[in-house]
């Protein structure tokens, strides 16, 4: 499974993005995917998952109440919706995929995805 995200770019505190990431190889809608993001000198960190479904979300704390992950499984595309941007939010931008559910059950651990985009650079201003 081969990801690519897009959407990224330089914005303004308060401003709002959607971030795409669209997967090519087959069995999509087999797929957990997920948002995960990492600042300068920071490791990588959860921040939305949506089950293979779409029935069932998940957010970082950070991001609960102005992410919204969803996705469209006949276009092969997850989206990160996200609102009320801070400079807080300014980091690489990675979406992730792995087959059914998670081993760990979690949703939130990197190691449990197989698949991972290149990244898309998500930069916001004060």
């Known amino acids: 499974e081969q990801l690519v995200e897009s959407g990224g770019g330089l914005v303004q505190a308060g401003d709002s993005l959607r971030l795409s990431c669209t997967a090519s190889g087959g069995g999509f809608n087999t797929y957990a995917m997920a948002w995960f993001r990492q600042a300068p000198g920071k490791d990588r960190e959860f921040t939305a998952a949506?089950?293979?479904?779409?029935?069932?979300?998940y957010y970082a704390d950070s991001v609960k109440g102005r992410f919204t992950i969803s996705r469209d499984n006949a276009k092969n595309t997850a989206y990160l919706q996200m609102n009320s941007l801070t400079p807080e939010d300014t980091a690489v931008y990675y979406c992730?995929?792995?087959?059914?559910?998670?081993?760990?059950?979690?949703?939130?651990?990197?190691?449990?995805?197989?698949?991972w985009g290149q990244g898309t650079q998500v930069t916001v201003s004060s």
């Open positions: 992730a995929a792995d087959y059914g559910v998670p081993s760990s059950g979690t949703y939130t651990n990197p190691p449990d995805y197989d698949y």
């Open positions: 949506i089950s293979w479904s779409g029935s069932s979300t």
